[in-house]
């Protein structure tokens, strides 16, 4: 199980946050990523092996954790970062967290 | 780009069959594995549901479809398939295909491309 917290952050533009996704058991060797959601849109990956960046992805979301307690930072919001994120563990078969929304405060 | 197109979704009674196609293009879709992945309401929860491998070799599926669900791939279409039968209520998602990042192996990992996804809806 994955249980991201907190269920939903109200912030402004500008704003620093970070999200939090929790296993229930080891993940091992930093097999999360994470995605973001935009309404009537397809998840978007953001971030894999915990930490790494995907394509095109801007410095402004970074990734850390291992072993049970994972998080996502997303250094000062753009207008366009307001969504839903969920996190996945892809170590033992596929489990996602029930997602963090993110709006507009 | 990779882009990743659905069809087939609709409405079917309890019980009844449904076949799902996903066009592939932008990338070599032989040389990557493949999944469906279900989401049963607009951002909520995310549910894997099947993999198959670049070669076909290997298939799995969640225990909540397994001997329901069947995944196929046609290799000179570019299409991926999700064949589905005895459809349940829980079924109602929409279904999207999901490309793996791993090229030439059996192992699966996680989605780096997701198409838009394709509704169905089991209910009499």
Same mark, same amino acid.
């Given at each position: ?95 996602? /967290?029930? /997602? ?6 | ?7 087939? +979704? ?13 066009? $592939?293009?932008?990338?070599? @879709?032989?040389?990557? +594995? ?29 225990? &909540?479809?397994? +001997? ?24 109602? $998602? ?16 996680? @989605? ?10 089991? &209910?009499?």
């Amino acid at each position: 199980v994955l249980t991201q917290s907190p269920g939903t952050l109200s912030l402004s533009p500008g704003e620093r946050t970070t999200l939090f996704c929790e296993a229930s058991q080891s993940v091992g060797s930093r097999y999360l990523a994470w995605y973001q959601q935009k309404p009537g849109q397809a998840p978007r990956l953001l971030i894999y092996g915990a930490s790494n960046r995907a394509a095109g992805i801007p410095d402004r979301f970074s990734g850390s954790g291992s072993g049970t307690d994972f998080t996502l930072t997303i250094s000062r919001l753009e207008p366009e970062d307001f969504a839903v994120y969920f996190c996945l563990q892809y170590g033992r078969s596929f489990t996602f /967290g029930q /997602g963090t929304r993110l709006e507009i405060k | 780009q990779v882009q990743l197109v659905e069809s087939g +979704g609709g409405v079917v009674h309890p019980g009844g069959s449904l076949r799902l196609s996903c066009a $592939a293009s932008g990338f070599t @879709f032989n040389n990557y +594995g493949m999944h469906w992945v279900r989401q049963v309401s607009p951002g909520k929860g995310l549910e894997w549901v099947a993999f198959i491998s670049h070669d076909e070799d290997k298939k799995d599926y969640a225990e &909540s479809v397994k +001997g329901r669900f069947t995944i196929s791939r046609d290799k000179s279409t570019n299409t991926l398939y999700l064949q589905m039968n005895s459809l349940r209520a829980e079924d109602t $998602a929409v279904y999207y295909c999901a490309k793996d990042w791993l090229k030439w192996t059996n192992l699966k990992t996680y @989605f780096d491309s997701w198409g838009q996804g394709t509704l169905v809806t089991v &209910s009499s």
